[in-house]
Nanobody, 121 residues
Framework: QVELVESGGGSVQPGGSLRLSCVVS????????MAWFRQAPGKEREGVAQ???????GYVGSVKGRFTISQDNAKNTLYLQMNSLKPEDTAMYYC???????????????WGQGTQVTVSS
């Protein structure tokens, strides 16, 4: 059974930084892709960043240059470094694992429970 557990969310002022972590337990095929999604109240879930098994990455346009996705395979941990945070980044952030390299939620089979990020002055 695969379990994803996020941490690192919190409240931060605009311009601040946060690093989210997602620990993966259980067995995932080495070919699996990982991603971060977010969902703000009243909005659809949005793919934010993705990483494939070779380390290739992709981002939604609104976070390019500000967010960095990475993974530490030895620690079975996925990260999302978020810099220059804006109020519009406020959302519940989820990590996900799947077999398709996409920012669409349809490509992911396993999901964490989420960690809240709030950006406000």
């Amino acid at each position: 059974q695969v379990e994803l557990v996020e941490s690192g969310g919190g409240s931060v002022q605009p311009g601040g930084s946060l690093r989210l972590s997602c620990v993966v337990s259980g067995y995932l095929y080495s070919s699996y892709c990982m991603a971060w999604f977010r969902q703000a109240p009243g909005k659809e879930r949005e793919g934010v960043a993705q990483i494939d098994s070779t380390g290739g990455t992709g981002y939604v346009g609104s976070v390019k240059g500000r967010f960095t996705i990475s993974q530490d395979n030895a620690k079975n941990t996925l990260y999302l470094q978020m810099n220059s945070l804006k109020p519009e980044d406020t959302a519940m952030y989820y990590c996900a694992a799947g077999q398709v390299y996409t920012l669409g939620s349809w490509g992911y089979r396993y999901w964490g429970q989420g960690t809240q990020v709030t950006v406000s002055s």
